[in-house]
């Protein structure tokens, strides 16, 4: 994985605090915690309530007014080898084989060490939240929907999503709660890390909702504050991307990163951001919300359309039976996002092409307005491909010599340039169409680097004492490198924030 260049640093450090809020004059909890974790979502919970049943008191700092964080937004889809639901369904299945599938989908680009690590315990973590009131879809576990399919069906997720995961999160908390081992402080926004003469981590300096400034002083202190999906200046800083959508929780402001880094920390792993494809977007004032979602994979939809870069020229093979292959053909386009051409035949005779968006509903009628009045942005129609073109903003010469060179390929009389065999229909028939998509994401591939037990560490691999880290804080670019697999960005953090619980963090 790649350092943090010099560059980066700079900007991670330069919005980091100064050191104002952990000047002596400011409140101080007169309690010295064993644990203090910084979020209250997928990694934190785990991380607090297991510490909590080793008989460790534990703080915990939550920007929001709830628990919960990302897990109120997603669809809590999991992955997990060697668990009870597999068992239960005859599925022969293991940690080094879901390791191995994870490599194979990242093209040997996830940190082995870490993805060792999740891959190890989420069958563990797993088998707690079914243990524990959580109920998987009956037809789960799958070998994959909307990713790359894994070897083994191992991905399984409730009917309500993220929020069947945190209800057993939340009822496993509460008696720690009530008890007092663990003091949960919402509406509290963790400024600065506090480090000693030497160097090591010792407490978070906060700003409560009063906006009175206060330390919270702990042996072991444990970043799980979500990454930067809500921070567009972030994003590119670290991804060299554009962030089109903001359609993530939005405490997701990269603060744990600054803290890492103003303490001696890095980042790695931006350089395998991997966008998603197919997003239909509601304006351009970007990042902005999802308007629809264009249905482009084959396999659940066979591709009448063309799609096409900015040139005109298309630039995969539409009917590849494969996730990674759209999302990785994306990922090279200057501003990561292309055009879907078709005619009015391929209009009134093909499978829906744009569906529902990300909570943002969209029918057939949606696409008919749009095409008709011209009021949302995307959507572009005319009588010639030329003027088809020009509409979109796309090369005229080169969008009228692609689907030239497609209809000749269509009728049987060439090989299509790109090998494709679905093509039902030649684009002939005016008027001709076209819709916009863009990239779009949820996790950040970028974050903090840690050890083999999750400790914070510096460029020269040495570890930040007393400081750890777990979640998206850790990056999507880590764990499953540059690819996009099933499961694998809930289950790790609560893996790995189970095993800070479970084991690793001391007294």
């Known amino acids: 994985m790649s350092a943090f260049s010099k560059s980066k640093r700079t900007f991670i450090k330069g919005a980091a605090a100064t050191g104002l809020f952990a000047r002596a004059g400011h409140a101080v909890d007169a309690k010295t915690y064993d644990v203090v974790i910084v979020g209250a979502g997928n990694a934190g919970l785990p991380a607090a309530i297991f510490a909590a049943q080793r008989g460790l008191s534990v703080a915990v700092i939550e920007t929001a007014s709830a628990i919960g964080g990302t897990l109120h937004l997603s669809s809590g889809q999991m992955s997990a080898a060697?668990?009870?639901?597999?068992?239960?369904?005859?599925?022969?299945?293991?940690?080094q084989i879901h390791f191995d599938d994870v490599m194979r989908i990242s093209k040997g680009t996830a940190d082995p060490v870490l993805l060792k690590l999740a891959t190890d315990n989420a069958a563990p973590v797993f088998d707690w939240l079914t243990d524990h009131g959580f109920s998987a879809d009956p037809k789960h576990p799958v070998t994959g929907t909307t990713h790359e399919p894994y070897s083994r069906a191992r991905y399984a997720?409730?009917?309500?999503?993220?929020?069947?995961?945190?209800?057993?999160?939340?009822?496993?908390?509460?008696?720690?709660?009530?008890?007092?081992?663990?003091?949960?402080?919402?509406?509290?926004?963790?400024?600065?890390?506090i480090t000693d003469k030497s160097g090591a981590v010792v407490g978070v300096a906060v700003e409560k909702n009063d906006k009175q400034m206060q330390r919270v002083m702990g042996k072991n202190v444990v970043l799980t504050s979500g990454g930067y999906m809500f921070n567009p200046k972030m994003f590119q800083e670290l991804e060299h991307a554009p962030l089109h959508t903001n359609i993530t929780?939005?405490?997701?402001?990269?603060?744990?990163?600054?803290?890492?880094?103003?303490?001696?920390?890095?980042?790695?792993?931006?350089?395998?951001?991997?966008?998603?494809?197919?997003?239909?977007?509601?304006?351009?004032?970007?990042?902005?919300?999802?308007?629809?979602?264009?249905?482009?994979?084959?396999?659940?939809?066979?591709?009448?359309?063309?799609?096409?870069?900015?040139?005109?020229?298309?630039?995969?093979?539409?009917?590849?039976?494969?996730?990674?292959?759209?999302?990785?053909?994306?990922?090279?386009?200057?501003?990561?996002?292309?055009?879907?051409?078709?005619?009015?035949?391929?209009?009134?005779?093909a499978p829906r092409l744009i569906g529902s968006g990300f909570g943002s509903p969209w029918s057939p009628e949606d696409t008919a307005d749009a095409f008709k009045t011209g009021d949302v942005p995307y959507f572009y129609k005319a009588d010639t491909i030329e003027a088809l073109a020009v509409k979109a903003g796309l090369d005229a010469k080169g969008l009228a010599k692609t689907v030239a060179s497609y209809n000749l390929a269509q009728s049987g009389k060439a090989a299509d340039a790109m090998?494709?065999?679905?093509?039902?229909?030649?684009?002939?028939?005016?008027?001709?169409?076209?819709?916009?998509t863009n990239s779009w994401g949820l996790t950040s591939y970028a974050g903090v680097a840690v050890d083999g037990d999750l400790r914070v560490i510096k460029?020269?691999?040495?570890?930040?004492?007393?400081?750890?880290?777990?979640?998206?804080?850790?990056?999507?670019?880590?764990m499953m490198g540059n690819s996009v697999c099933g499961g694998m960005s809930v289950t790790p953090a609560l893996a790995l924030g189970r095993l800070l619980g479970h084991k690793i963090l001391k007294a």
């Open 82 to 95: 060697g668990t009870k639901l597999q068992k239960s369904k005859g599925i022969d299945d293991a940690p």
């Open 157 to 193: 997720w409730a009917k309500d999503g993220g929020r069947a995961i945190l209800a057993v999160l939340e009822d496993q908390l509460n008696p720690h709660l009530k008890s007092g081992r663990v003091t949960l402080m919402l509406t509290t926004e963790a400024k600065e890390l």
């Open 249 to 349: 929780y939005p405490y997701n402001m990269g603060a744990g990163l600054t803290m890492a880094v103003a303490v001696g920390g890095y980042i790695r792993g931006g350089q395998n951001h991997t966008p998603l494809f197919g997003a239909i977007l509601a304006d351009s004032d970007r990042p902005t919300q999802l308007r629809g979602m264009a249905r482009h994979f084959p396999g659940d939809r066979p591709p009448w359309e063309i799609i096409v870069d900015r040139a005109g020229q298309r630039f995969l093979r539409e009917d590849i039976l494969s996730h990674d292959a759209y999302e990785q053909a994306l990922a090279k386009q200057p501003d990561e996002k292309c055009w879907m051409v078709f005619d009015d035949e391929i209009y009134s005779k």
């Open 419 to 436: 090998g494709r065999k679905f093509m039902p229909r030649p684009i002939a028939k005016a008027p001709f169409y076209a819709v916009e």
């Open 459 to 478: 460029q020269d691999g040495s570890p930040i004492k007393g400081l750890y880290a777990a979640g998206e804080l850790l990056g999507m670019g880590q």
